[in-house]
C-alpha cells in the first residue's frame, strides 16, 4: 500500500494521523494518506508568510518568477504519465480523459510563467500640477487554495499559476477524497526550484478548511466546491477579511434549436453530460430541446448513450468509469427516484451496475411532464441528464435561465442573429455555442449566483491576486504651504 505525505515549508511530512483512499474501480483501499492536524495548517500558513516576506521571493524579478513556472510546466509535461495515473487511481477518472487533461495542465502553467511580468501598473494624469501619481500593483499575501477531488491538478493550476505570477505564496488544501496526484504534483514542485514555503500542500477535512481560511495570516481564498461549503468558507472570512473567489457548481442549460446540426449537438451533449461520468462543474445536465426535434434529438442520444463503454479507468478503451465515492451514487439514485415520483420518465438507465466499485451508467429522464423535480434543479454531479422541450425562443431563454446557478450553457443553431440575441439573453459566466466543454488558459471561467464570483484563468485571475498600491510624489522644490488644508 503506497504512503503519502503533505508537503509544508519544502518539507514532506506525515500528517498527525493517517486514513485510507479506496479505489474508485474496487471499493477497496489502495493507499494511506496524511491528515493535518490544526498545528500542521498553521505551521503551513506561517510557511507561506515567511516565504511572502523572504527577499529569496519577495525581491524576486517577475521575470525570474516567471522562469520557475516555466520550468514547473515543463516537470509537469514531463510527468504527466505518473500523474494521470495517479489521478485515475485515487478518483475513478478515466486514464483516456486524466492523460489528456494533465498534458494540457502544463499550459495553463507556461501561460501564467509569460504572464508573470506583464502585470502592469499605471500612470495618473492627476488634476495637481505638482504631482506624478501612479499605481503599483503588489502581491496580496497568503492565498487559502481549496481543491475538490475532481480535476484536481486541473483547478489547482488556475489558483497556483496565477498567484505565484502575481507573487503570492500559497497553502493548498487538496480533498480528503483522491488527494493522491496533488500529493505527487508536490514532488514534482519541489524539484523546480522554487524557494521553501512559497507552495505548502496539506489535506484533510472540514476542520483542516476551517482552520486554513479563517487563518489571521491568509489575505485571499480561492475556492472550487459546492455553494454550502462556500457559505461556511465566506463566514470563516469574516475572521481575518480575506477576499474570496469562489468557483462553485452548476446545473447548465444545453439549448438546441431545430435548425441545428443534430448529429454535432448528440455529441456535445454526449461530452457535456457523460464524459468525466458526469463529475464536472460544467456539466450539461439540462438539455432544452426545441419541441419539433426532440423526440429524434432523444432516439440519438438514447443509442450512443447505451453504446457507451463503462469499464475500468485505467482501460484507455474505457469511456466511464466509476463515480468518486460511494456517497455520489448513491445520491444520484435518491434523486432519480425522487423525480420518477414527481413524474419525470426514465428514458434509460438510472439503476446502478451490479459491479465491484462505484460505477453507475449514463442516465436520461424526460421531465417534460415534471417541470418541479428535483433532477432539474439539484446538480447530480453524475452522469444524469434531465430532459425539457421548447416552443418559442422566449421560452428557450426562460427555462434556461430558471436556475440559482449560472455557471455555463450552451447553444446549438446555424441561426447567427439568434445566437447573438441568446448570448446576451443567458445569464451564465460561460456561453459555448455550437462546441461544449472547451476550455484554455486564456480564456477566464466562472459563473455567479450560486455558481460563485470571480474568474479563474485568463489574464482576470492573475488580477484577484493583486492589490493596488496608489504612489504620491511630490515635484515642486517650494515649501509645503498651509498644513492645515488638504491638498
Not at 514542485?189 to 496539506?202: W, Y
Not at 421548447?390 to 441561426?415: D, H, K, M, R
Not at 443567458?426 to 474568474?455: D, K, Q
Request: proline residues 6%; charged residues 20%; contains cysteine.
Amino acid at each position: 500500500m503506497q504512503i503519502f505525505q503533505q508537503y509544508i515549508d519544502g518539507m514532506f511530512l506525515d500528517g498527525s494521523s493517517q486514513f485510507d483512499s479506496l479505489d474508485p474501480a474496487t471499493g477497496a483501499p489502495w493507499a494511506k494518506m496524511p491528515a493535518a492536524s490544526v498545528a500542521d495548517v498553521s505551521r503551513a500558513v506561517e510557511a507561506a508568510e515567511r516565504a511572502f516576506f523572504s527577499p529569496d521571493w519577495a525581491l524576486m524579478t517577475a521575470t525570474a518568477r516567471g522562469k520557475l513556472l516555466m520550468r514547473l510546466a515543463d516537470l509537469i509535461a514531463e510527468n504527466a504519465p505518473r500523474l494521470a495515473e495517479l489521478e485515475t487511481r485515487d478518483t475513478g477518472k478515466i486514464i483516456r480523459e486524466t492523460s489528456a487533461q494533465i498534458a494540457y495542465v502544463a499550459e495553463y502553467y507556461r501561460y501564467y510563467a509569460g504572464l508573470a511580468d506583464k502585470i502592469e501598473g499605471a500612470h495618473l494624469p492627476i488634476d495637481k500640477p505638482d504631482m506624478e501619481v501612479w499605481l503599483r500593483r503588489e502581491p496580496i499575501g497568503v492565498v487559502a487554495a481549496i481543491v475538490p477531488w475532481n480535476s484536481q491538478l486541473f483547478l489547482s493550476a488556475v489558483k497556483i499559476g496565477p498567484a505565484l505570477a502575481a507573487g503570492c505564496t500559497v497553502v493548498l488544501k487538496a480533498s480528503e477524497e483522491g488527494p493522491a496526484p496533488m500529493l505527487e504534483f508536490a514532488r514534482i514542485f519541489d524539484q523546480a526550484g522554487f524557494p521553501k514555503g512559497v507552495l505548502n500542500i496539506v489535506t484533510g477535512g472540514p476542520e483542516v478548511g476551517a482552520t486554513l481560511t479563517s487563518h489571521p495570516k491568509v489575505a485571499h481564498v480561492a475556492f472550487t466546491g459546492g455553494p454550502e461549503t462556500a457559505r461556511h468558507i465566506v463566514r470563516n472570512s469574516a475572521e481575518n477579511l480575506a477576499s474570496t473567489s469562489l468557483e462553485l457548481g452548476g446545473k447548465s442549460p444545453f439549448i438546441v434549436f431545430d435548425d441545428a446540426d443534430l448529429e454535432s449537438a448528440v455529441n456535445a451533449q454526449v461530452s457535456g453530460v457523460f464524459a468525466a461520468t458526469g463529475q464536472s462543474c460544467v456539466s450539461g445536465s439540462r438539455l432544452v430541446v426545441h419541441a419539433t426535434i426532440k423526440d429524434a434529438f432523444l432516439a440519438r442520444l438514447k443509442e450512443k448513450a447505451e453504446a457507451i463503454v463503462i469499464g475500468a479507468p485505467d482501460d484507455m478503451a474505457t469511456e466511464i468509469g466509476p463515480l468518486c465515492t460511494l456517497r455520489q451514487r448513491d445520491n444520484a439514485l435518491a434523486l432519480i427516484a425522487q423525480s420518477v415520483k414527481q413524474g419525470a420518465k426514465l428514458v434509460t438507465g438510472g439503476v446502478a451496475l451490479e459491479r465491484d466499485g462505484f460505477y453507475f451508467p449514463p442516465t436520461i429522464l424526460d421531465c417534460d411532464g415534471a417541470p418541479e423535480a428535483v433532477s432539474l434543479s439539484q446538480e447530480f454531479f453524475g452522469p444524469v441528464l434531465s430532459v425539457v422541450s421548447f416552443q418559442t425562443e422566449a421560452e428557450a431563454v426562460e427555462i434556461a435561465n430558471s436556475t440559482q446557478f449560472g455557471l455555463a450553457s450552451g447553444l446549438f443553431t446555424q441561426n447567427l442573429t439568434r445566437a447573438h440575441r441568446m448570448i446576451r439573453a443567458i445569464r451564465a459566466g460561460i456561453v459555448w455555442v455550437n462546441t461544449y466543454r472547451a476550455v484554455s488558459p486564456i480564456a477566464p471561467f466562472g459563473g455567479h449566483g450560486l455558481s460563485g464570483h470571480g474568474r479563474e484563468g485568463g489574464i482576470e485571475a492573475a488580477l484577484d491576486y493583486t492589490k493596488v498600491k496608489a504612489v504620491w510624489l511630490r515635484t515642486s522644490d517650494e515649501p509645503i504651504p498651509d498644513p492645515f488644508v488638504m491638498r
